[in-house]
């Protein structure tokens, strides 16, 4: 069945009903909303870009972006993000998608913590952190209508969404806290984690091995 929402139609594809079915059973309601409304207004953003997108890639990309705070990854010592992308990745290719769509599915997923640079990649990298940004930052909260940011929100709601994702950040990086050196999620374990040291970008240069 078509499922549209805020004038965006869901692809109504076998891979994308699968990627719903596992992240359902994989993610919390918390997480499971979230990243459908990183699908939402990842493609909202595009429309206003005028970018050809492939949705069902970026809806695979939304949808996985944060599977690696997830139980099954909490001894990982990877990057969340990574985590996240290599499922996509491996759970893409185990169902026929090609190498290359695959790629970029990772590379969304990847990045979508790492600020200035997805924007200049291809639309299905783009808009993964597009959505994010909206959702968790509301960097484009003001460039969506209350419309469709009602009907987003109504469909897939946030209740308490700022203090819950937060929480959810820190707890899916506590075992793991040399993977947010140069990662925005070091901020959250400096506000959550009692006598956590950052790793110092600049001390790391002053003494390393090298004489000068």
């Known amino acids: 069945m078509t499922d549209t929402i805020a004038g965006i139609t869901i692809p109504d594809t076998a891979l994308v009903r699968d990627i ?14 979230h990243s459908r409304r990183v699908f939402l207004f990842g493609a909202l953003m595009g429309q206003q870009r005028e970018l050809d997108v492939d949705l069902e890639l970026l809806y695979a990309g939304a949808m996985f972006h944060d599977l690696g705070l997830t139980e099954p990854y909490s001894a990982s010592q990877l990057r969340f993000e990574v985590d996240g992308a290599n499922a996509a990745r491996n759970f893409l290719t185990t169902r026929g998608v090609d190498d290359d769509r695959a790629a970029a599915v990772w590379v969304g ?16 990298v783009a808009l993964v952190t597009a959505g994010v940004e909206t959702d968790v930052l509301g960097i484009w909260y003001h460039a969506l209508t209350d419309e469709q940011r009602d009907a987003v929100t109504e469909a897939h709601p946030r209740p308490d969404f700022k203090n819950q994702i937060l929480a959810a950040f820190a707890h899916g990086n506590l075992h793991r ?18 006598d956590y040291q950052r790793t110092d970008f600049v001390e790391i240069i002053r003494t390393n091995p090298w004489p000068n």
């Open 109 to 124: 997923i990847a990045l979508h913590t790492t600020p200035g640079v997805p924007e200049h990649m291809a639309p299905e």
């Open 20 to 33: 719903t079915e596992y992240i359902r059973e994989q993610e919390n309601d918390l997480l499971f909303h």
């Open 177 to 194: 806290p040399d993977s947010t050196f140069g990662d925005v999620n070091a901020d959250v374990l400096a506000h959550f984690v009692p």
